[in-house]
């Protein structure tokens, strides 16, 4: 059973940055998948970044390489997700998930075992 609690989320301009924080609590493994996935009002939710607890690995989907990132704090079970140059098509709420598995497609909304609140980004232009 995990709880996943997100916070940082906002209204900036265009350019501008913000750090998505998800706090991870109650039991983990070795082998856990994060992601953060993103829903713009009348479009489906959509995958934006992933990272293994273990190892570290990443994963972006292509309209954020090089302008998201995401991180890990072990020590803390919190996730991050750094935007920076932020734009107006970015806006969305932004949720955090957890996979217990480890295995299967990342980007896939079902590979996901735990789902956060979720978390309002605006970008004005």
């Known amino acids: 059973q995990v709880q996943l609690v997100e916070s940082g989320g906002g209204l900036v301009q265009a350019g501008g940055s913000l750090r998505l924080s998800c706090a991870a609590s109650g039991r983990t493994f070795s082998n856990y998948r994060m992601g953060w996935f993103r829903q713009a009002p009348g479009k489906e939710r959509e995958f934006v970044a992933a990272i293994r607890w273990s190892g570290g690995s990443t994963y972006y989907v292509d309209s954020v390489k090089g302008r998201f990132t995401i991180s890990r704090d072990n020590a803390k079970n919190t996730v991050y997700l750094q935007m920076n140059s932020l734009k107006p098509e970015d806006t969305a709420v932004y949720y955090c998930?957890?996979?217990?598995?480890?295995?299967?497609?990342?980007?896939?909304?079902?590979?996901?075992?735990?789902w956060g609140q979720g978390t309002q980004v605006t970008v004005s232009s």
């Open positions: 998930a957890a996979d217990r598995g480890g295995l299967g497609n990342s980007r896939r909304v079902e590979t996901y075992d735990y």
